[in-house]
């Protein structure tokens, strides 16, 4: 039985898939590895735990298959991130990440030198902290001994794509994420390069999502149990790929991915951009499509903050009982009216991408009284996280995207008391599919183009993607969250000068 597999460098460990030609999962592995703050908003990992992690996961895939029949490893990962290599392809230092904020400063020193409108019309996009380019100018301008030596720069899973083939590539999706791309023409914008004196030759030769890229190396092979020569697919950055994996492939469908970060993520047929850059606009891992993606940086993490900070009791029976402790904590949270009688959650735990922009934002519980117990803070995690997704919402709204239906992703999707807000927040329906495998099965599909099992990708979704169940709004729910959101939004502009004060102090 023929077979391809997807491989995500994920944030909190790396997966790979296995599915057959029907789009049915075969085997899975999972190798996780820490992650590393040396400073307040600090983000890195060692690409080392990286391969190590692919490497291992692989090798669990190649004992569960039959490896010979495999046809094609499509790649997908964390975007942003960057690994330094010098001129041997040794790893400089750790890798900063996508949810890293300390290049505020570089950030800024783009916007000024390009300029902010400038900027937009050259790569869609705005200069943020989580983006490849101010990670670089951070190397130069704090570790200026390392730039000197610095000859490559690779996002996660092209470092791990070097590692199984020797190539130096990346996809056009993830390639977007740097602000480095020319995401209307899809190749690298080497103006914006030499106005930032970024050397060109920095950067890996990019392909559409479903191109080979190269191919598994004998060494690779012998250190993952996998035949060499397999192709290794060009595949995408994680929410393209994820996009690929819940069939966002055409105009009116939306995603919405409740993962550490939370993303809403809508096809475009044309490139669409939003005059104030508050959502981004990349290229999809479809050939010659776009997406618009909104990002909020702490979503399923705001909630793993929660339990891991205040849900002790929660975790001791979930030990006791087998029962994952995310049941129990919903379902309190069920039990409370919407709107938490006036306690709202900002989710700003590592800064706020989408709309706002700010590296200095910080969560916040507002509005906490005497009546309020753990079962409403709660639900005012999952509340304020919708608050968020709903912020991108409206702004694809206004850009005259269609959001007929959100397909649900990520593990926050598990759980039906927070779809079900999701859906009164954002007034649209809320869709299950019958696969939720993520970027790696998105990956996957990506690589079955590239077999020749299908024809593009948009058969391939066709033929394995399917609507299994539909939350619908509550209409009753519908106005007091309207009255909600907008005290939401309404606290963020009170409390930002705050926020930005308590960075200086720290």
């Keep these: 039985m023929s077979s391809v597999l997807g491989l995500d460098v994920g944030t909190s460990g790396t997966k790979a898939i296995a599915m057959n030609a029907e789009g049915k999962l075969l085997a899975s592995a999972l190798v996780e590895y820490p992650l590393y703050s040396p400073k307040p908003n600090w983000a890195e990992q060692d690409p080392a735990d990286w391969k190590r992690a692919a490497f291992d996961a692989l090798k669990q895939l190649a004992g569960r298959i039959n490896p010979r029949e495999v046809k094609a490893l499509g790649l997908t990962g964390q975007m942003h991130?960057?690994?330094?290599?010098?001129?041997?392809?040794?790893?400089?230092?750790?890798?900063?990440?996508?949810?890293?904020?300390?290049?505020?400063?570089?950030?800024?020193?783009?916007?000024?030198?390009?300029?902010?409108?400038?900027?937009?019309?050259?790569?869609s996009n705005p200069a943020l902290t989580g983006f490849t380019a101010p990670k670089i100018l951070w190397l130069r301008d704090h570790e200026p001994a390392l730039y000197d030596r610095l000859k490559k720069v690779l996002l996660p899973k092209d470092y791990i794509r070097f590692e199984l083939t020797g190539e130096f590539a990346t996809d056009v999706a993830d390639a977007s994420g740097t602000l480095l791309f020319d995401v209307k023409n899809r190749c690298w914008h080497k103006e914006l390069m030499s106005v930032l004196g970024i050397d060109p030759e920095f950067m890996p030769a990019s392909y559409e999502g479903p191109e080979i890229t190269g191919y598994l190396s004998k060494d690779a092979a012998k250190k993952t149990g996998l035949p060499a020569g397999i192709p290794v697919v060009a595949g995408g950055g994680d929410q393209a790929a994820g996009g690929v994996g819940c069939g966002i492939v055409r105009t009116g469908v939306i995603s919405a991915s409740l993962g550490t970060s939370g993303v809403v993520f809508a096809f475009a047929d044309t490139v669409s951009t939003d005059p104030e850059g508050r959502v981004h606009t990349f290229c999809h891992s479809v050939p010659g499509k776009w997406h618009v993606m909104g990002v909020m940086l702490s979503a399923g993490g705001a909630l793993q903050w929660f339990r891991n900070t205040l849900c002790q009791s929660e975790r001791?029976?979930?030990?006791?009982?087998?029962?994952?402790?995310?049941?129990?904590?919903?379902?309190?949270?069920?039990?409370?009216?919407?709107?938490?009688?006036?306690?709202?959650?900002?989710?700003?735990?590592?800064?706020?991408?989408?709309?706002?922009?700010?590296?200095?934002?910080?969560?916040?519980?507002?509005?906490?009284?005497?009546r309020h117990t753990k079962a409403y803070m709660a639900r005012a995690v999952l509340e304020g996280v919708a608050f968020g997704m709903r912020d991108s919402l409206e702004i694809m709204r206004g850009m005259g995207i269609t959001t007929s239906e959100v397909r649900a992703s990520g593990g926050g999707a598990r759980s039906s008391v927070w779809k079900q807000i999701l859906a009164d927040t954002g007034r649209v329906p809320m869709v299950t599919i019958n696969v939720d495998e993520g970027p790696s099965y998105g990956a996957a599909i990506l690589a079955s183009v590239a077999a020749g099992m299908y024809a593009n990708v948009e058969e391939a979704c066709d033929a394995i993607i399917h609507e299994t169940a539909r939350l619908e709004p509550n209409p009753k729910n519908l106005a007091p969250y309207d009255q909600w959101f907008k005290e939401y939004q309404a606290a963020y502009q009170a409390l930002a000068p705050s926020f930005r004060r308590i960075a200086s102090l720290l």
């Design 81 to 123: 991130g960057s690994v330094f290599l010098d001129a041997k392809n040794q790893v400089l230092r750790n890798a900063l990440l996508w949810c890293d904020q300390r290049t505020a400063d570089q950030c800024a020193a783009i916007t000024e030198k390009v300029g902010e409108k400038r900027l937009l019309e050259m790569v």
């Design 316 to 370: 001791a029976v979930g030990e006791q009982t087998g029962v994952d402790p995310y049941e129990y904590i919903t379902a309190e949270a069920a039990q409370v009216p919407v709107g938490c009688e006036g306690l709202i959650f900002l989710p700003y735990l590592t800064g706020e991408r989408t709309p706002h922009k700010d590296p200095y934002a910080k969560a916040a519980f507002l509005g906490l009284s005497l």
